[in-house]
């Protein structure tokens, strides 16, 4: 069984900076994809970055060149930087694995991001 944790959500002024993690306790195959999805209210949950275990990462148009994905397996960390936020992107950010060879996906509980002034 795998848990994931997000921590570093909290609420800044437009234009500044935060800096996501999800930690994974628990094992899981090296094969997988890490992502950051996020919700905000009254709309559906999106895909906000992925990595991969191979290395390769893809981001949603909405925060490309602001958002930053990072993974450090060996301490089964993955990381969002969050840079230039806008009051849209408000919401609540959730932590997924997929792992390949279970063809399982874990969630985290969510952590909950504000951007206003």
């Known amino acids: 069984q795998v848990q994931l944790e997000e921590s570093g959500g909290g609420l800044v002024q437009p234009g500044g900076s935060l800096r996501l993690s999800c930690v994974a306790r628990g094992s899981f195959h090296s094969y997988n994809d890490m992502g950051w999805y996020r919700q905000a209210p009254g709309k559906e949950r999106e895909l906000v970055a992925i990595?991969?275990?191979?290395?390769?990462?893809n981001y949603a148009d909405s925060v490309k060149g602001r958002f930053t994905i990072s993974r450090d397996n060996a301490k089964k960390t993955m990381y969002l930087q969050m840079n230039s936020l806008k009051p849209e992107d408000t919401a609540v950010y959730y932590c997924?694995?997929?792992?390949?060879?279970?063809?399982?996906?874990?969630w985290g509980q969510g952590t909950q991001v504000t951007v206003s002034s």
């Open positions: 997924r694995l997929n792992d390949y060879v279970l063809t399982y996906i874990y």
């Open positions: 990595a991969t275990s191979a290395g390769r990462s």
